[in-house]
């Protein structure tokens, strides 16, 4: 954890030296932000097209929610899976994994037909959910190993950001190719295919720890390498390259976490349900539809990367980690508050502006919430409890499901207002729950 001290010295060497040190991170960090990108075009496409799929394939609320919670079974086994293959193989390996899975069946989506459609989509799904379930992990270990504390929150904000770029481009590329007939909505599965080829290619090509590659000058791995914490947790992970689960599960700051990612399920609700919403709400137009998630997304969008940027000015500003990450999460579970009323309007356009607040708010907590656990744990565990939370998250998202689609078929639309109810007030309770299990940003300490 950086004093004040600490960082006024490494602002003078950056001042001094900005030509020697290079940036070479941040190329990797690109790729990060570009492989979220795709990680969330796949999984959005289906939320823009739930309106138009739900009258082509006959679903009811209840099929379609069996649809998302069989991605976040998958996502939630993949999060345990996928975290602890990146920890014992590597970043490396363990991403070209994980979008290779991820894209294959993603594309699959396209040659499903009505007469299979139901159970088509559900092991397309579940396929889905496993290669995807390795993107956070894997990014959140990398921004581990290429950048120090200070800035992680803002580099996770950055690769963050890329999940609602993913998202916006998902309704414009579906407006763009789908008829309002539905002509043509397999096509929309089939785009990201291309991306995942290419990107797999740079990142083979691109990537290696900052100590093994021959593009990190002396100056910049100094830079990256800079805190005392980080010294700890190297030696720590050359001792103990993998921690096995009964020790990982033990600790107070995996707890914190994992319970600060059930949030991810108002995150699905936005993502997975916004169209729905909106289409039964107000009975919007494909079209209209793609507008109004196309103002959701670029509000989080500006939301992940300031909430990381946030982050670091407060840390900047001679504050230390604990009380610069806690203040930025309150920050944002009150911006997400306002919320609960998006079912209280007539106007469309407004409850895409409460909803957009709202997913800003989520996404600048989800970028100072990743960085929790670099802060707090030693990297030989970061994609462990990174991929533990994130199947914390899944199950409470599938729960949602599963009680949001019976009560949309039997009581229809006003479910959503205990929906929007429970998705405004819920990220205030769950940072007072984590303040009290952990008061002080802390490394954790495993016995070898």
């Not at 079974?73 to 363990?94: E, H, N, P, Q, W």
């Not at 100056?219 to 050359?238: F, R, T, V």
């Not at 399920?265 to 997975?272: E, K, N, P, R, S």
Request: glycine share 10%.
């Amino acid at each position: 954890m950086n004093t004040e001290q600490d960082i006024m010295v490494e602002d003078s060497v950056e001042k001094q030296t900005p030509s020697k040190k290079g940036n070479y991170r941040y190329r990797i960090l690109a790729l990060l932000f570009m492989a979220t990108t795709i990680n969330y075009m796949d999984r959005s496409i289906i939320g823009v097209l739930a309106p138009t799929l739900e009258k082509l394939f006959n679903w009811t609320k209840a099929d379609y929610a069996t649809i998302n919670i069989a991605f976040k079974c998958a996502y939630a086994i993949g999060m345990l899976s996928m975290g602890r293959v990146i920890d014992k193989f590597g970043t490396k390996i363990g991403y070209t994994l994980s979008i290779a899975i991820w894209s294959t069946f993603g594309m699959l989506h396209a040659a499903l037909r009505p007469a299979f459609g139901l159970i088509g989509f559900v092991m397309a799904r579940f396929g889905l959910g496993i290669g995807e379930a390795g993107n956070f992990p894997a990014a959140v270990k990398t921004v581990a190993e290429w950048f120090p504390a200070k800035d992680r929150a803002f580099a996770t904000g950055i690769f963050n950001a890329g999940s609602n770029v993913g998202a916006i481009l998902a309704p414009i590329a579906v407006t763009a190719i789908v008829m309002d007939d539905g002509t043509n909505w397999q096509y929309a599965f089939l785009v990201t295919g291309a991306l995942s080829a290419i990107w797999v290619v740079l990142w083979l090509k691109t990537y290696k720890k900052p100590e093994e590659n021959p593009h990190v000058s002396k100056e910049e791995l100094a830079y990256i390498q800079q805190d005392e914490a980080n010294k700890e947790e190297e030696e720590e992970e050359k001792a103990t390259t993998k921690i096995p689960w009964t020790k990982v599960i033990r600790v107070k700051q995996t707890w914190a976490f994992s319970i600060g990612k059930m949030t991810d399920g108002v995150w699905y609700f936005f993502m997975f349900w916004s169209g729905m919403f909106f289409t039964d709400r107000f009975g919007v137009s494909m079209k209209e539809l793609g507008a109004a998630l196309v103002i959701v997304y670029v509000m989080a969008d500006l939301g992940s990367i300031g909430g990381g940027y946030l982050s670091r000015f407060f840390v900047d500003k001679g504050w230390t980690l604990n009380k610069a990450r806690k203040i930025t999460l309150l920050i944002c579970a009150l911006c997400i508050l306002p919320v609960v009323f998006a079912t209280t309007t007539d106007n469309q356009w407004i409850a895409a502006c409460l909803i957009a607040l709202a997913s800003g708010g989520h996404q600048a907590w989800s970028a100072n919430l990743f960085s929790v656990v670099s802060d707090t744990m030693p990297k030989g565990a970061v994609a462990s409890v990174v991929g533990f939370g994130g199947m914390v998250g899944a199950v409470t998202g599938m729960t949602i499901d599963f009680i949001l689609g019976q009560v949309l078929d039997d009581s229809g639309s006003g479910a959503y207002f205990w929906m929007f109810l429970i998705a405004g007030c819920s990220y205030l309770t769950i940072l007072g729950i984590i303040h009290l299990i952990l008061p002080r940003l802390e490394v954790a300490k495993f016995n070898k």
